[in-house]
């Protein structure tokens, strides 16, 4: 094992460490991995290349076990998974180099990391967490690919790339530059001339928080009137500039909690019930209400909350909106159902754990941009987010222990998305070119 491959592992986990799962940095992962699969294509034997891939993919994991480590053990067998997979992902690339060719190689970094995200998003309770995809949310031409593929075709850019320019520091073979260069050309070019695209008329928007309030109705329900006393004056405070609509976090008032204004409110509740509890988004229209409950519970910390099966929509200024909690906009499957019905506005009570408030926020960006619809996301203990159908951050703040308010116009999407059409058909494209891959490189070793 030659000094330089440890330094390129340690130097390509580093990266990944401020780059892949931390929300910033993001653009970083395009380069990343380049020393990493330099030293995998050079490298001799293929034990150490896949000992330090594993290291070096554990570098890359340091994010989320600095996020949520103290609160979801779990993740950390995430990470060595994570971790797996890249390292098999760099060994399929160099196994494919040396007995295919420099264009399966590309092709087979970003075919495996794209295909295995799809698979395991089909069955984590995580939905797509994790996926290298978000790391391309402040990318924004390369982002509007997502309303064609979903987060899988963002993932595959974001392996495809680091790969192409691996393989092209070690051959100047024209065929694999032109394999990787085309598609990442094809996708700028749409991304910009979607950038170009007007949006619907603008709807005034006001979120609001009180981090002070984060999770109390749980263990304090006799606060339930407290609480809602001190949203009400904020209520009243944002009714001066006439808002459309206004979104106040997951669950921070009791369930059963009145609010009324001349604008929808959508406000995160919580209570209790026979045999569990709700966590709930009541739509306050007038004297209507109306609820929807949260499908998709955190593992280990939400065991006890009933699951809601339904979607919610309405109308707000002549738009159609849609409403969801949180988590849920982890699922892009559940979010397309949004999509389907060319939602136009999204209003999203939501809850974050400080230290991922800006990775857990650009998830759910990429969701707008996949659906094409613009996104209102109020959060306890993170960010509160208004983003465009693009993706464009129009308002952004950092809630506070204390009353914190974002008020803006929005401008409403128009959904109609090829992606919200068509759902994951290249995702399954992706995977069955994998598999090709995998079966003639297992012929190929077979010879």
């Not at 910033?24 to 995998?40: E, N, R, T």
């Not at 904020?234 to 369930?255: D, G, S």
């Not at 849920?328 to 389907?340: E, H, N, T, V």
């Not at 994951?424 to 069955?432: E, N, T």
């Amino acid at each position: 094992m030659k000094l330089w491959g440890i330094g390129a592992a340690l130097l390509s986990g580093a990266l990944l460490a401020v780059s892949r799962d931390t929300g910033q940095f993001g653009w970083l992962v395009l380069v990343a991995p380049v020393p990493m699969l330099v030293y995998a294509i050079r490298a001799s034997k293929a034990w150490p290349v896949f000992g330090l891939a594993l290291v070096c993919g554990l570098m890359g994991e340091a994010g989320p076990i600095w996020f949520y480590g103290r609160v979801l053990p779990l993740i950390y067998g995430l990470a060595v998974y994570q971790a797996l997979v890249f390292a098999l992902a760099v060994l399929f690339l160099r196994g494919l180099y040396h007995r295919v060719s420099s264009v399966a190689a590309v092709f087979g970094f970003a075919t495996m990391t794209a295909a295995i995200e799809y698979l395991y998003g089909l069955v984590s309770p995580n939905g797509s967490f994790g996926a290298l995809g978000y790391t391309m949310v402040d990318v924004l031409p390369l982002l509007q690919t997502a309303s064609l593929t979903g987060v899988t075709g963002l993932s595959f850019l974001a392996a495809l790339i680091p790969a192409g320019l691996a393989v092209l520091c070690v051959t100047r073979d024209p065929a694999a530059l032109a394999a990787w260069g085309l598609p990442v050309m094809l996708a700028l070019v749409y991304g910009l001339w979607q950038l170009s695209q007007p949006l619907g008329a603008p709807v005034k928007i006001a979120l609001l928080s009180d981090d002070r309030y984060a999770g109390r109705i749980y263990n304090h329900p006799e606060a339930g009137p407290e609480i809602a006393a001190v949203f009400t004056a904020q209520i009243a405070e944002a009714a001066a500039q006439k808002p459309a609509a206004i979104v106040i976090p997951e669950k921070m008032l009791a369930a059963g909690t009145q609010l009324t204004s001349d604008s929808v409110i959508v406000a995160g509740l919580d209570g209790p019930v026979k045999g569990g509890r709700l966590n709930i988004a009541a739509l306050y229209e007038g004297a209507n209400t109306r609820l929807y409950l949260k499908k998709r519970m955190v593992p280990g910390l939400e065991a006890e909350y009933r699951p809601g099966h339904a979607e919610l929509i309405t109308r707000i200024s002549g738009q159609t909106a849609g409403i969801t909690i949180c988590k849920d906009m982890d699922f892009a499957s559940d979010l397309r159902l949004y999509g389907k019905r060319d939602v136009g506005l999204m209003l999203v009570p939501a809850w974050d754990f400080d230290r991922d408030r800006y990775l857990h926020g650009r998830m759910a960006v990429v969701r707008g941009v996949e659906n094409g619809f613009s996104l209102a996301r109020s959060a306890s203990q993170g960010l509160m987010t208004l983003s465009d159908a693009h993706g464009r951050i129009i308002a952004e703040k950092a809630t506070l222990n204390g009353p914190s308010m974002l008020i803006g116009d929005l401008p409403a999407g128009k959904g109609h998305t090829l992606y919200s059409r068509i759902g994951d058909v290249f995702a399954q494209a992706i995977l069955i070119l994998w598999l090709s891959l995998l079966a003639l490189l297992v012929w190929r070793r077979a010879r």
